[in-house]
């Protein structure tokens, strides 16, 4: 479970989108929709706690069964249970995409990063979810961005977070590897991984997500449910769409 409370976020001390509270449960997937600058990334990134929030907090929890505080989580509780994937490029520097997807497990690996056979367990698992164990000794770097893309989820994977994050995760899939993305939703799902993702496309929002966070391009913020995207009116007015765009 994760608990949103008198949330603002953005830099600084500057609020930039005042988040409704919302308690969010297992297995839930929560898509985050709206214009461009609106806040979505900015939301991805505190939860991530790349950005601390400006008030309020984020309650979560963890594997432990502690209830832990964004605002003051240590960073191997935070990888232990919270993975993240955002759209900025990733240099491999040399590393196999195994290497990088093994990456993944560090939080649990110890001082000297060792990993054992449960960990090499993991690591196949995650690539043959995301259909990436055919490219185990490519280096990272000779990959598409839609490779990549799903490398990097394998390393999510092997977080085995409670929690993970994504920021528009379909941006490099070809349509193959976008119904590849449904499947592993619904997978992790099924395993009471809450998912958490900002997107724009409207049909996998709709289909996939039991509750909407959406943000306008006034940073005004609301939880909607998935049907409402079914609603023209209500995305035009979302996205600021004019009439005569259409």
Do not use: W
């Given at each position: ?19 409704p509270d ?54 191997r509780s ?118 958490i993702m ?49």
């Open positions: 479970m994760m608990e949103f409370k008198d949330l603002s976020i953005g830099y600084g001390r500057r609020p930039l989108v005042r988040v919302i308690k969010i449960e297992a297995g839930e997937i929560i898509s985050i929709t709206g214009p461009n600058g609106s806040g979505k990334s900015t939301l991805l990134r505190t939860l991530s706690c790349l950005l601390p929030p400006v008030s309020g907090d984020i309650v979560f929890s963890a594997k432990d069964g502690r209830m832990l505080s964004l605002s003051s989580i240590d960073r935070a990888s232990m249970n919270i993975a993240a994937l955002f759209t900025d490029r990733i240099r491999g520097n040399g590393l196999r995409c195994y290497d990088l997807t093994a990456a993944g497990r560090y939080p649990y690996s110890g001082f000297f990063g060792k990993l054992g056979d449960k960990d090499q367990d993991i690591i196949n698992e995650a690539m043959e979810l995301t259909e990436t164990t055919d490219l185990s000794e490519r280096l990272f770097d000779s990959l598409s961005d839609g490779q990549k893309q799903r490398v990097l989820l394998s390393r999510c994977l092997c977080q085995k977070p409670l929690y993970l994050l994504l920021d528009e995760p379909t941006a490099f899939l070809d349509l193959r590897y976008q119904y590849l993305l449904r499947r592993i939703l619904s997978v992790l799902s099924d395993r009471g991984v809450t998912v900002s997107i724009h496309e409207l049909s996998l929002a709709s289909e996939c997500s039991s509750r909407l966070i959406t943000i306008d391009s006034s940073h005004l913020s609301s939880i909607r449910d998935p049907e409402s995207l079914k609603d023209m009116d209500f995305v035009k007015k979302l996205f600021g769409i004019s009439s005569s765009l259409i």
